[in-house]
């Protein structure tokens, strides 16, 4: 004998309305997509616990992470990210004033990623902020932002490129991240005593930058030195276990200003392997960062930037990667 299953339809007219099951719901509390339809939507499952718009977009009320449907969370946790941003035009997001920078990223992607690790109002911290990529992106999704950097031309670009896309302009401190976090009064006006929800940060990858460049980096950035700074704080000036060291230090430091349950997101690129270096660099990041108490690696996303120009590394001796990818790698704050 068969079974007719009832359409979606019959399913969703059969439900409750939203309003007559929770007449005292502080609708406050909803993502604003819900709230304006909150008139015609209904609830479903066993547990009354979803919400499903008269255009079948679902929520669910024990969702304490984002404001995203479900179907938008499972398009998110796909393990790459491959884009193609432009660096012209409107869409370049005021390229060609966060270009001062060597390596700027891109406010779309930044935005993406915030929209999944915070709810609307919730405050995004950059300790290396440089032109501004987490703040613009937390700016377009309406999330709150503060950074710090060492660069006061970077921070001046970052304030630029926002009044020019008319975003709001966030707060920033230009200084050593580690002398700033460890200040109540500073941090209390970057974050208007906000506790922080996500950390996002793209630190220097150690000294790549500020090395005289050899091999396969000379394509890219000539064969002198590019250092963000010239000062001894900056992570980009430090050898390798001294950059692991300070950036753990870092993050520790940003965890004492975070609500419990808050994620890091560390972007980092590995560097080339040398003889018997395997240069894995994001792994010597996990492995520093988990041994801060209470924080956990949870996993990574890798991003796959399918504008970054293509060079013959290698070419015609040996294979050499064009590393056009990054790693985004996810830590959580857990109460023990
Ligand atoms: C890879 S860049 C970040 C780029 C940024 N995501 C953007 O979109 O422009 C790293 C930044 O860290 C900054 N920096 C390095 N050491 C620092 C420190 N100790 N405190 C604060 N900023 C630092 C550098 O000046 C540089 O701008």
Known sequence: MSTIKPAAIALYSESEKFLDV??????????Q???????EARVYGNKKRGV???DGRKYHLDNKLNDMTGREWTFFINSVFSTHYPTRGAESYAHEIRKIHPSPKPPQLMRDLIYFFTKEGELVFDSFAGVGGSLLGAALCNRRAAGIDLNQ???NAYAQAAQKLDLQVYPTICGDCIQVLQNDMLMGELTGNQKI???LIDPPYANMMSKKKTGADTYVY???ATPFTNEAAD???MERPDFLEALRKSVELVLTHMKPEGYVIVFIKDLQPQKKEINLLHAEVISELNKIPKLYYKGMKIWADESAKLYPYGYPFSFVANQIHQYILVFRKEKR
């Open 22 to 31: 929770y007449p005292e719901y502080n609708l406050s509390e909803l993502p």
């Open 33 to 39: 997509w819900v709230q304006d339809n909150i008139q």
């Open 52 to 54: 499903i718009l008269s």
């Open 153 to 155: 031309e970077y921070l």
């Open 197 to 199: 929800s996500l950390c």
């Open 222 to 224: 000539g064969d002198i």
């Open 235 to 237: 992570l980009g000036n």
